[in-house]
């Protein structure tokens, strides 16, 4: 099989029927990000942790960095974070991003741990009212049928 490029895999380029330009990558799971991302597809934020010392790793780690602990499984998480940087893109080059466009990236910091970050799109919020600070809780985005990713949407409804 050949591969297509970062972020799209042979089979579900060849069920899109070359449209795969119109749809956001998908993602390729590997062994260390496996359950991951099987967890996402049924709707559940998992992250890695180390079992030795507790620390949470995000994107997954093969050896604990602090401890050398490679007792590393994944355990449920709040979902919820606040938004630590942002950028708002204007220019996508890609046909799925630009027809959100404009659309926020952001930097997520979950409540779990100082520094634990996930990087996604803030759905729902127009991106000028995106801010530092603005609590955000996990969602998952559909992308191809059975395929979903992480989306981390503004908190409106929760009391923080
Ligand atoms: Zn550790």
Redesign the pocket.
Known sequence: MKRTGAGTSTDLKSTRAGKAEKYKPVPIPDELTETFWESINQRRLVIQR??????YYHPPVGL??????T??TYEPVSGRGTINSFTITYDARQPAFEAIQPYTVAIVELVEQKGLFMLSNVPGTPADEIRIGLAVVVDFEEIVPGRLIPQFRAARSTRQ
């Open positions: 180390c079992q030795n010392c507790r620390t604990c960095p602090e401890c050398l602990s007792e590393l």
